[in-house]
C-alpha cells in the first residue's frame, strides 16, 4: 500500500512529495498537468523549442528535475474526481487518467491543489476577450502569447502589475492598468513587504517600468462595464471610495482589444471538503480555509493540507508548508521525530503572503459595480436580479440559491459565482460569511466524461428477449 498520496504538484505539493520520499515513505504524486510546477512554475508549452530564463523557469526546472530523480511515483495528466475511506481508514481516491478510471489507496493523503481565481462580475464581462488575471497568467507563461493587440489589465492585488509586465517583456501592448487598491494601501503593506525584499524589489521594477514606458496606472479605479459589440473594444472606468464603491462623476473610456481582469485567488478547497475535514472563514487568507494546526493537520486524521488551498500565502510561503505537512505524516505514520523546519523563514514568509492576501480581499462596494442583468453565474446564464429575487424570498444560503435558480451547478461547479453570490447574501441579510455558509460538498471535484468512470458496457451481451407475441 503507498504511504502517502499527494494532490498537486505545485510547489507545495511537489516539495511534500519530495520530503516524505526523502523520508522513505512511499509515495504517490498526482496532478491534472503534464509535469510538475503548478501555477506558478507552470512548465512551457512543447512548442517553444527556447525562451530566456526566468527566475520562475528556473524554479520549476529545478523542481521537475528533483521530481525526476526521486523515488516518487508520478500520475500526472490525471485527475481525482472522487475521495472516501475504507473500513479501515484508509484514503481511496477515484481517478481518471491515461489508463481511464481506477482506484488508488494510501496510508495518509496530503491535499495541495493551490487556488482559483476570484472575478466580481461587471457588465460584459462575458464577452471575448475577457481574461481572468490568473488564465492570463497561464497563457503568457506556457505559450508565451499576449491576450490581445492592446490589453487593458485591471483588478486588484500584486498580480496586476506581473501580467502588465510580462505582456510588456512578451512584446505586448499595455493600454492601460487599473487598480482598486490605492498607492496608501501599498504604503501600508510595505513593512510586511520588506520581509522579502527581493520580490519587493521586483514589484517596484515592474511599477516603474510601467511610468517609464508611459503607461497610464489608474490608482483607486475599477472597471464599470466592458464595451463591445461582438468582442472587446474597450473599457469604462470610474473611481471608487475606499470601500471600491463607484464614485459619481465622469467615465475614464481605455481603448484595448483584451481585458485581464480579475480580484485575488481562493483557497480550492473542494479537494478537503469532500474528504471531510472542517474548515472555517478567514478573509485574511483569501476566504474559506480548511482548519490545520501549524504543520497542516486537518480535523480528518491522516489528512493534512499545504499551499494555498491552505490559506493564500504565494509561492514564497509554498516549500515550506509542503516541508511541514510532509514532516507531520511522517511523524504520525512512523512515530519519529522529522526534521526541523526553518521557523524564520516560514514566518517571514507567511508575514509577506498575508501582507499580498489583504490587497486582493474583495470590498463591499465591488457589488455596486453589477447591474440587474449583468450575468453571475455565467455556467446558466443567472442574472444579479435573479438570485436577488431569490435571496429577497428568502434563500439565505448558497445551497438554497443553487436549488431554486442552478446557480452553481455548471461546468466550474460554483467556483467562478460563489463568491459573488454569498457577498450578495451577506450585503442582503447582514450575516457573516460564515453564517452564509458554503454549499454541500460532493462528487466529482472536477468534470468528468461519465463513459471514463462507468464500467464498459456491451449491449449485444445483454439478454433482452424477442418481441412478445400478441
Given at each position: 500500500?503507498?504511504?502517502?498520496?499527494?494532490?498537486?504538484?505545485?510547489?507545495?505539493?511537489?516539495?511534500?512529495?519530495?520530503?516524505?520520499?526523502?523520508?522513505?515513505?512511499?509515495?504517490?504524486?498526482?496532478?491534472?498537468?503534464?509535469?510538475?510546477?503548478?501555477?506558478?512554475?507552470?512548465?512551457?508549452?512543447?512548442?517553444?523549442?527556447?525562451?530566456?530564463?526566468?527566475?520562475?523557469?528556473?524554479?520549476?526546472?529545478?523542481?521537475?528535475?528533483?521530481?525526476?530523480?526521486?523515488?516518487?511515483?508520478?500520475?500526472?495528466?490525471?485527475?481525482?474526481?472522487?475521495?472516501?475511506?475504507?473500513?479501515?481508514?484508509?484514503?481511496?481516491?477515484?481517478?481518471?487518467?491515461?489508463?481511464?478510471?481506477?482506484?488508488?489507496?494510501?496510508?495518509?493523503?496530503?491535499?495541495?491543489?493551490?487556488?482559483?481565481?476570484?472575478?466580481?462580475?461587471?457588465?460584459?464581462?462575458?464577452?471575448?476577450?475577457?481574461?481572468?488575471?490568473?488564465?492570463?497568467?497561464?497563457?503568457?507563461?506556457?505559450?508565451?502569447?499576449?491576450?490581445?493587440?492592446?490589453?487593458?489589465?485591471?483588478?486588484?492585488?500584486?498580480?496586476?502589475?506581473?501580467?502588465?509586465?510580462?505582456?510588456?517583456?512578451?512584446?505586448?501592448?499595455?493600454?492601460?492598468?487599473?487598480?482598486?487598491?490605492?498607492?496608501?494601501?501599498?504604503?501600508?503593506?510595505?513593512?510586511?513587504?520588506?520581509?522579502?525584499?527581493?520580490?519587493?524589489?521586483?514589484?517596484?521594477?515592474?511599477?516603474?517600468?510601467?511610468?517609464?514606458?508611459?503607461?497610464?496606472?489608474?490608482?483607486?479605479?475599477?472597471?464599470?462595464?466592458?464595451?463591445?459589440?461582438?468582442?472587446?473594444?474597450?473599457?469604462?472606468?470610474?473611481?471608487?471610495?475606499?470601500?471600491?464603491?463607484?464614485?459619481?462623476?465622469?467615465?475614464?473610456?481605455?481603448?484595448?482589444?483584451?481585458?485581464?481582469?480579475?480580484?485575488?485567488?481562493?483557497?480550492?478547497?473542494?479537494?478537503?471538503?469532500?474528504?471531510?475535514?472542517?474548515?472555517?472563514?478567514?478573509?485574511?487568507?483569501?476566504g474559506w480555509v480548511p482548519t490545520v494546526d501549524q504543520y497542516g493537520r486537518t480535523s480528518q486524521s491522516g489528512l493534512y493540507v499545504c499551499g494555498d488551498n491552505a490559506g493564500i500565502l504565494g509561492?514564497?510561503?509554498?516549500?515550506?508548508?509542503?516541508?511541514?505537512?510532509?514532516?507531520?505524516?511522517?511523524?504520525?505514520?512512523?512515530?519519529?521525530?522529522?526534521?526541523?523546519?526553518?521557523?524564520?523563514?516560514?514566518?517571514?514568509?507567511?508575514?509577506?503572503?498575508?501582507?499580498?492576501?489583504?490587497?486582493?480581499?474583495?470590498?463591499?462596494?465591488?457589488?455596486?459595480?453589477?447591474?440587474?442583468?449583468?450575468?453571475?453565474?455565467?455556467?446558466?446564464?443567472?442574472?444579479?436580479?435573479?438570485?436577488?429575487?431569490?435571496?429577497?424570498?428568502?434563500?439565505?444560503?448558497?445551497?438554497?440559491?443553487?436549488?431554486?435558480?442552478?446557480?452553481?451547478?455548471?461546468?466550474?461547479?460554483?467556483?467562478?459565482?460563489?463568491?459573488?453570490?454569498?457577498?450578495?447574501?451577506?450585503?442582503?441579510?447582514?450575516?457573516?460569511?460564515?453564517?452564509?455558509?458554503?454549499?454541500?460538498?460532493?462528487?466529482?471535484?472536477?468534470?468528468?466524461?461519465?463513459?471514463?468512470?462507468?464500467?464498459?458496457?456491451?449491449?449485444?451481451?445483454?439478454?433482452?428477449?424477442?418481441?412478445?407475441?400478441?
Open positions: 500500500m503507498i504511504d502517502v498520496i499527494v494532490i498537486g504538484a505545485g510547489p507545495a505539493g511537489a516539495n511534500a512529495a519530495l520530503d516524505a520520499a526523502g523520508y522513505g515513505l512511499k509515495v504517490l504524486l498526482i496532478d491534472e498537468g503534464r509535469d510538475a510546477g503548478g501555477q506558478v512554475w507552470r512548465p512551457k508549452s512543447t512548442s517553444i523549442k527556447k525562451a530566456p530564463k526566468t527566475g520562475a523557469i528556473v524554479q520549476g526546472d529545478t523542481l521537475r528535475q528533483k521530481v525526476r530523480n526521486s523515488s516518487i511515483e508520478v500520475r500526472f495528466e490525471t485527475r481525482v474526481w472522487h475521495i472516501e475511506t475504507d473500513e479501515s481508514e484508509n484514503w481511496l481516491l477515484a481517478l481518471v487518467g491515461p489508463e481511464k478510471e481506477y482506484t488508488v489507496k494510501s496510508k495518509t493523503l496530503i491535499i495541495a491543489t493551490g487556488a482559483y481565481e476570484r472575478v466580481i462580475p461587471v457588465p460584459g464581462w462575458t464577452m471575448p476577450g475577457v481574461f481572468g488575471l490568473a488564465g492570463a497568467t497561464a497563457l503568457l507563461k506556457e505559450n508565451m502569447i499576449v491576450p490581445g493587440r492592446r490589453t487593458i489589465v485591471a483588478g486588484n492585488g500584486p498580480l496586476l502589475f506581473f501580467v502588465a509586465s510580462e505582456v510588456i517583456r512578451l512584446g505586448g501592448r499595455v493600454s492601460a492598468v487599473v487598480s482598486l487598491n490605492g498607492l496608501w494601501d501599498w504604503v501600508k503593506a510595505l513593512p510586511a513587504m520588506l520581509m522579502r525584499p527581493i520580490l519587493l524589489l521586483q514589484g517596484i521594477k515592474w511599477i516603474l517600468s510601467l511610468y517609464l514606458k508611459r503607461i497610464p496606472v489608474y490608482w483607486r479605479h475599477g472597471v464599470k462595464s466592458v464595451e463591445g459589440k461582438e468582442k472587446v473594444e474597450g473599457t469604462s472606468l470610474t473611481r471608487v471610495d475606499k470601500d471600491w464603491r463607484p464614485v459619481p462623476g465622469p467615465e475614464i473610456y481605455i481603448h484595448g482589444e483584451a481585458l485581464c481582469y480579475g480580484h485575488g485567488l481562493s483557497p480550492a478547497i473542494e479537494a478537503t471538503r469532500l474528504a471531510g475535514a472542517s474548515h472555517h472563514f478567514d478573509p485574511t487568507l483569501g509561492v514564497g510561503a509554498a516549500p515550506i508548508r509542503g516541508a511541514m505537512a510532509a514532516k507531520a505524516a511522517y511523524e504520525d505514520l512512523s512515530g519519529n521525530t522529522g526534521k526541523e523546519i526553518n521557523k524564520v523563514i516560514k514566518k517571514r514568509a507567511e508575514i509577506f503572503g498575508r501582507a499580498m492576501t489583504a490587497l486582493s480581499i474583495p470590498r463591499a462596494g465591488l457589488l455596486d459595480f453589477i447591474e440587474n442583468e449583468t450575468e453571475i453565474c455565467r455556467c446558466e446564464g443567472i442574472s444579479r436580479a435573479e438570485i436577488y429575487q431569490e435571496i429577497k424570498f428568502g434563500a439565505r444560503s448558497p445551497n438554497a440559491v443553487k436549488s431554486n435558480t442552478r446557480c452553481g451547478m455548471g461546468p466550474c461547479g460554483g467556483r467562478y459565482c460563489s463568491e459573488t453570490v454569498a457577498l450578495m447574501a451577506s450585503d442582503f441579510t447582514g450575516k457573516t460569511r460564515e453564517e452564509i455558509g458554503l454549499p454541500t460538498a460532493r462528487p466529482p471535484l472536477r468534470p468528468v466524461v461519465m463513459g471514463e468512470i462507468t464500467d464498459d458496457l456491451d449491449y449485444d451481451d445483454l439478454p433482452i428477449p424477442g418481441v412478445s407475441p400478441l
